[in-house]
């Protein structure tokens, strides 16, 4: 018994030796191919696999880089510059079918409720003002952060948007102008106005800013 231990132990040693040995021939070579070295078979060991001894490991890089693709959102869609020669017209050929998205359904639902007895122009002046807001770094970056911030809107109640009677006409009209306003194809008297506010009353607050338009009984500023 304490032969055979004896005897694995040497041809062991010797497998490593001659690893190393060849090893050592390779060390002053570059990018050379793979030398199989035969180890003797230790006692009771049938067969062993050859060992390949490179003497260089070369990383492989690759040239672009790989990334795993997130998932978007899907967007709204954007549809070409119309030539209609009235806003009126621009809203009678815009598509509003489908679903809107969160974002859209916040800025109909405020046309709906906040101008729908409004002119035309006065409807996408009010859509303007939402979403020069969410454009400027004085307010939410959304329509809905924006609808939904606290006290800015009267039709807000307890945080949520009152029922919308989709069947209207007053609803499709809100949605076709939401989306002109959103797609930008009609440019607004509101121009780069922040706020509204109707003709009956007097806010504090008017008096500090500066006077873009005036449409029916809405007073828009900058």
């Known amino acids: 018994m304490a032969r055979k231990t004896h005897f694995a132990g040497f041809v062991a040693i010797a497998a490593t030796a001659t690893i190393a040995f060849a090893s050592a021939e390779m060390s002053g070579a570059n990018a050379q191919e793979g030398v199989e070295t035969e ?56 598509d509003i079918s489908g679903d809107l998205s969160r974002e859209m359904q916040c800025l109909a639902g405020t046309i709906y409720f906040e101008a729908r007895g409004e002119p035309l122009a006065g409807q996408l002046a009010v859509a303007q003002v939402v979403i020069n807001r969410a454009e400027s770094s004085r307010f939410p970056s959304s329509y809905c952060g924006v609808v939904y911030q606290r006290s800015q809107f009267s039709f807000v ?27 930008g194809h009609w440019e607004s008297e509101a121009q780069d106005s922040l706020y509204f506010h109707a003709k009956y009353v007097s806010p504090r607050w008017s008096r500090s800013k500066t006077r873009r338009a005036t449409i029916n009984t809405h007073i828009f500023y900058r």
């Open 39 to 94: 180890i003797p078979i230790p006692a009771g060991q049938t067969e062993i696999a050859p060992v390949t001894v490179t003497d260089e490991i070369v990383p492989v890089f690759v040239s672009q880089p790989v990334v795993q693709p997130i998932p978007e959102e899907p967007e709204e869609t954007i549809t070409a510059p119309s030539n209609a020669s009235s806003l009126r017209a621009l809203i009678a050929e815009t």
């Open 157 to 183: 109640r307890n945080g949520s948007m009152p029922r919308i009677r989709e069947q209207t006409k007053a609803w499709k009209r809100a949605k076709a102008i939401a989306r002109i306003a959103h797609e």
